[in-house]
């Protein structure tokens, strides 16, 4: 019998037959996640606030600048997610500098874009406190933050194009097109 | 493969894994839960003998883990705290449903060939392991498989440690007299 034990014990690998669903790592995933600090919140409502009234600002002095320089916050770390937004968020670039609109409308696109000018801008300064101070986890969390923050406003950019170019369609208006500097 | 093997096998990346997890990294975290979801995984299975059940054990067997990481005081050792703390929360789940059957003296099997095992696939050994009834299948696999002590093992299951080996010893027998049955024979 103690060779049959053995036997057992040598071969424990495999007696671990059962398989585990990948949903009970998304399970853990969703408990663990890390909820905003309050002074992160503030920050970023702060942020976003300062957006919209840049936004207001910019519609009403009808500034008519339509550059926007890539800032190019470093990448923390190389996670598979940050990987993923990195790449998520040139795609967008790509296809915004590549879809012509016609230069009346980009007055209307200078007010979004400006407000991804300033979010760079935060996030730069936001991440050079952040690494002065070697706040390495909350320097994760905002590198998460701006991403998703950028990637919803040039979602809006790559709208109010196809918004812009629909309408044209319907009213066969031919002007004069080009790409966006982005 | 072989070099994500050794990775996970090391102590070293272990303790520095759990070092990242007191500071809330949940790549560590991702990293100790691939390491062991597996094992702990099969070892709640053949307490439970209920894979959902299981399932929902290890989860919050791995979540109690983080939460109480900092309680742990030598970081290599989270693999064997993590298996206490699932085959305590496995246990409590079938205790009310265990108990340990009267111990069959007579049951004597008969031995005519030595390796008379190594004819048998894993998959039929473990059906037969599973097959045992509670009580001492519990003793047999935390002893056989997961390599617990009978004296831990009887702290656990709250019994005497001359309880848990008498058991041990009856599950051998009776899973040896199921192998050599017709069934698996």
């Known amino acids: 019998m103690p060779d049959f034990e053995n036997y057992i014990q040598q071969n424990k690998e495999h007696f671990d037959s059962k398989e585990v669903d990948p949903n009970i790592w998304k399970n853990i995933e969703q408990k663990i996640k890390p909820k905003a600090r309050k002074w992160q919140k503030i920050v970023w409502l702060v942020a976003c606030l300062s957006l919209i009234f840049s936004g207001v600002l910019a519609y009403m002095i009808k500034e008519k600048k339509i550059v926007l320089k890539e800032s190019g916050p470093r990448l923390l770390a190389e996670t598979p997610a940050n990987k993923a937004y990195e790449k998520t968020l040139w795609l967008k670039s790509q296809q915004i500098q590549s879809t012509p609109v016609s230069n009346e409308y980009k007055n209307q696109l200078q007010l979004l874009l400006d407000q991804v000018h300033y979010l760079d801008k935060l996030y730069a300064s936001t991440f050079e406190y952040l690494q002065n101070a070697s706040h390495t986890d909350d320097m994760a969390k905002s590198q998460l933050e701006y991403y998703q923050a950028k990637s919803e406003l040039l979602d809006k950019v790559l709208f109010e194009i196809e918004k812009i170019n629909n309408n044209e369609k319907e009213f066969n208006i031919n002007s004069e097109k080009s790409t966006l500097v982005y | ?185």
Not at chain 2, 3 to 15: C, E, G, M, V
Not at chain 2, 24 to 30: E, G, K, P, T, V
Not at chain 2, 150 to 173: C, D, G, P, V
């Open chain 2, 1 to 185: 493969m072989e070099k994500t093997s050794t990775f996970l096998n090391n102590y070293q990346h272990i303790a520095e894994a759990v070092s990242r997890v007191r500071k809330n990294d949940q790549m560590a975290m991702r990293f100790l839960y691939t390491s062991f979801a597996k094992s702990m995984l099969n070892l709640s299975f053949r307490i439970t003998n209920d894979l959902t059940l299981s399932e929902d054990i290890i989860q919050e067997a791995f979540l109690k883990s983080f939460k109480e990481i900092g309680h742990l005081k030598d970081p290599s050792k989270y693999g064997t705290w993590l298996k206490r703390i699932v085959a305590n929360q496995s246990i409590s789940y079938v205790r009310k449903t265990m108990k340990f059957e009267v111990i069959d003296e007579e049951l004597v099997v008969k031995i005519e060939d030595v390796h008379w095992y190594k004819k048998l696939d894993f998959a039929q050994i473990e059906e037969a392991i599973l097959s045992l009834p509670n009580g001492c299948r519990q003793v047999l696999t935390l002893y056989l498989l997961d390599g617990f002590k009978h004296k831990e093992i009887a702290s656990m299951l709250n019994t005497s440690e001359s309880n848990a080996k008498s058991q041990y010893s009856y599950a051998k027998k009776l899973l040896r007299t199921k192998l050599k049955s017709h069934k698996y024979a």
